[in-house]
């Protein structure tokens, strides 16, 4: 054999090895593609931002609506905003405040956009069921009527709402003055809530937030004689505020709001944990559980309600860790990590 032969040989030699190589490994041996083997970590909005009450967030947002329509003012979204919290709050709110937030806010978007790019393709490459990422269509808020049936208000909720919205309407603005002595005509007082921040600079309706908690405390009082930290009924109110807010704001704001919400209010590590697992239950895995129906159940949340008490009740659905009383945030944390993103947590009986 010449060496012009020998080398022609092997080389068809090399190429046939070359060929059943490729053939015979996987696609994590060549790395050639984009396959994502483990779920993508869930980006956390950990910015602080100055919070103000969650019922005088939504009057300032009707306000500025109400005055761009009527023509009464020049300023953007914003720039109202943080006017008219600077003149109530002058001792928190301040000039940059929202540009300052809004800039955060955006950053947090844009590594959410990341994620759901990552959690899509691990969902494809193991094969499991994308009707787990398919989102409720967001509807803004137009019309008084038309939130009053989107959101499905009971008549105490309609009477709140249209008393909240003569305030955002009146020619005289609200005063700081009127804000600590206002008394509602239902239920006196109303709590100083705070929630809205990262909802008011995303421009979500902070009415939707502010009834989605009322009414996650509002069935957690109904269904459990004990719901104090660690236990079912503290896991049942975090994932159906969740499920809630996720139905009215989508799963992106339902994340906004309640990581804000944690990092302007921290706990202890064990509730920490336990309550950024339990929101992820309820937006995310098992956010079609009990959502049920598309079109059937679209309106149904006191029925989301019943679901996900059930659930909850089912022990077989929840990871309980008694050692979380005493335990370090390391181990906390490692735990939380390992656990099962399709049940909830809980460390109380």
């Excluded at 969650?54 to 020049?74: A, G, P």
């Excluded at 309550?275 to 149904?300: A, E, P, S």
Aim: with cysteine.
């Amino acid at each position: 054999m010449n060496k012009i032969k020998l080398v022609n040989y092997l080389f068809l030699v090399s190429t046939i090895f070359f060929v059943i190589s490729i053939t015979s490994c996987n696609k994590e041996d060549m790395n050639i593609d984009n396959k994502v083997s483990t779920i993508p970590v869930l980006p956390v909005f950990d910015k602080s931002l100055p919070d103000f009450p969650m019922w005088v967030s939504h009057v300032l947002q009707r306000e500025f609506y109400n005055k761009k329509n009527q023509k009464e003012t020049n300023l953007d979204y914003l720039q109202y905003i943080e006017q008219r919290l600077i003149e109530l709050y002058p001792e928190t709110a301040y000039e940059g405040m929202m540009n300052d937030a809004k800039l955060a806010v955006d950053e947090f978007y844009l590594a959410y956009e990341e994620y759901e790019k990552e959690l899509k393709q691990y969902y494809i490459d193991n094969n499991l069921d994308l009707s787990e990422l398919e989102e409720d269509n967001y509807q803004k808020f137009t019309t008084l009527e038309a939130e009053i049936e989107y959101m499905a208000m009971t008549e105490e909720e309609i009477a709140l709402f249209l008393e909240l919205e003569d305030l955002a309407t009146k020619k005289s603005l609200l005063t700081r003055e009127e804000i600590e002595n206002y008394t509602f005509s239902k239920g006196g007082q109303l709590i100083a809530t705070y929630m809205s921040s990262a909802a008011v600079i995303a421009g979500y309706s902070v009415w939707r937030v502010l009834q989605s908690k009322d009414r996650a405390e509002s069935k957690t009082a109904e269904f459990y004689t004990n719901a104090g930290p660690g236990r079912k009924g503290d896991a049942f109110r975090h994932i159906y505020v969740s499920v809630l807010l996720r139905r009215y704001i989508t799963r992106v704001g339902a994340d906004l709001v309640m990581s804000t919400y944690e990092v302007l209010h921290p706990n202890e590590a064990k509730d920490k944990y336990m309550d950024l697992h339990n929101n992820k239950v309820g937006r995310h895995t098992q956010y079609w559980t009990f959502r049920g129906d598309y079109i059937k159940d679209k309106y149904k949340w006191e029925l989301w309600a019943t679901r996900a008490k059930e659930w909850v009740n089912n022990s077989s659905n929840g990871l309980y860790f008694s050692g979380w009383l005493t335990a370090s945030e390391a181990t906390i944390k490692s735990q939380e990590q390992n656990a099962s993103d399709y049940k909830y947590i809980y460390y109380q009986n």
